[in-house]
Structures are given as C-alpha cells and as structure tokens.
C-alpha cells in the first residue's frame, strides 16, 4: 500500500511564493521518478515539474525561472518551491510518482491534490 500525502496548498496574493510537500509513504523499496502536475479550473491537466533520483529536473514552459523541484530520497519526499505566482498558477496540484514497495513491482501513483489559490 502506498499513499502519497500532500501539504502546503493555500491562499496568496499575486508574486508571492508558497512551498508544496509530498511524502510518500508505505513498505517502500524505492522510488524513482517523482513530480507535480496540475489542473486549473476549465483546463486540462499539465505537468508542472518532473525530477529524476538524481535530481535532474524538467519544468513545464509557464513556470520555468519561477518555480524549484526538489526532493529529499531518505524522507521519499517531493517539493515544488513557488515564486512570483500569478493568477493563472491557481489549481489543484498533484503530486506523482513511481514507487516500487516490497509486494508490487514500479508502479505510479497520484496524490489526492491539494488546493493552490493566486488572487488579490
């Protein structure tokens, strides 16, 4: 059974910055890839930053130079450092990743999102 638990959604005005966590948890062996995807209201889901087990990470073109993933491998844990957000970053965050766990082999997994608000 894995579970990935997700905080640090809020409210904040335009250009201000807010830090997502995502912990996964469970009879872990090991987790690879690991990430933040997004849905605004109205639109389609689309990723916001993908990063590997070495820590080599890919950002989706609207948030490039604003926004950092990172991760901590001991803790299975995945964070997305938002700066200078904007009104059109609003909407529900994900986060994503591939565990493998002592019973199953990789396999992926969605948190249950948590809620990103951007107004004045």
């Known amino acids: 059974q894995v579970q990935l638990v997700e905080s640090g959604g809020g409210s904040v005005q335009p250009g201000g910055s807010l830090r997502l966590s995502c912990a996964a948890s469970?009879?872990?062996?090991?987790?690879?890839?690991m990430g933040w995807y997004r849905r605004a209201p109205g639109k389609p889901r689309e990723s916001v930053a993908i990063?590997?087990?070495?820590?080599?990470?890919n950002y989706g073109n609207p948030v490039k130079g604003r926004f950092t993933i990172s991760r901590d491998n001991f803790k299975n844990t995945v964070y997305l450092d938002m700066t200078d957000l904007k009104p059109e970053d609003t909407a529900v965050y994900y986060c994503?990743?591939?565990?493998?766990?002592?019973?199953?082999?990789?396999?992926?997994?969605w948190g249950p999102g948590t809620q990103v608000t951007v107004s004045s």
């Open positions: 469970g009879s872990i062996v090991g987790v690879n890839r």
């Open positions: 990063i590997d087990h070495a820590g080599s990470a």
């Open positions: 994503n990743a591939d565990v493998r766990t002592t019973a199953n082999p990789w396999q992926n997994y």
